[in-house]
């Protein structure tokens, strides 16, 4: 009986000093997830108060050709509302854990907290986008040109995202967003 408890208890160690064995601060075993982001415009009359792409709206410009010009190719805008979602089997990103870059192009989207608006992308922080311009031609002979940072860098293991948006050469701010007037 006694050699049967020490077993047990040895046993017992033994599995208590390989779980802790198994357990420590190694930041490598840390595995970072980001989601990709797109360059969003939102886009009101000069008041601020109406949002000039809500199709139901009295001066709507969400049926004006608008696109974007981009590394020299057109997006017309595309006007079926994009619905974000990450459903759906990747056998890329299940054998990685990667989430994959998904480029939609120029879409009209709506979302409850954010309205109708207009969204580029997808980019990765990874490649590294460093005042990365694309332009939106209103349809009406006008132009709004869009500069974009969005980057990742790492120090201690650590991540720093870099995001910041210029519109006509000025700064708008830390964020991959703004919002344009029009009349």
């Keep these: 009986m ?16 390989v779980a802790a064995a198994g357990c420590g601060d190694d930041k490598d075993d840390v595995l970072w997830d980001f989601a990709h982001e797109m360059v969003r415009v939102y886009v009101t009359d000069p008041s601020g108060r109406e949002n000039r792409l809500d ?15 981009y590394k020299g190719k057109r997006y017309e805008l595309d006007r079926e509302t994009l619905v974000v979602g990450r459903g759906g089997s990747d ?8 989430i994959p870059v998904r480029f939609y192009g120029f879409c009209l989207r709506y979302t409850y907290r954010e309205n109708w ?6 980019f990765d922080a990874e490649v590294g986008y460093e005042r990365e311009p694309l332009t939106i031609d209103w349809g009406d002979g006008t132009t709004t040109e869009i500069a974009f940072d ?3 860098t790492w120090k201690n293991g650590e991540p720093t995202t870099v995001r910041h948006i210029y519109v006509d050469g000025a700064d708008r701010g ?3 967003e703004c919002v344009l007037m029009r009349e």
């Design 150 to 152: 969005y980057s990742r």
């Design 2 to 17: 006694k050699k049967l408890n020490l077993l047990k208890r040895l046993l017992c160690l033994s599995l208590v000093a």
């Design 174 to 176: 830390a964020t991959l």
């Design 117 to 122: 608006h207009l969204v580029f992308g997808e």
């Design 55 to 69: 199709p139901d709206a009295e001066r709507t410009i969400a049926n004006d050709p608008i696109a974007v010009i």
């Design 91 to 98: 056998a890329a990103a299940a054998a990685t854990r990667v």
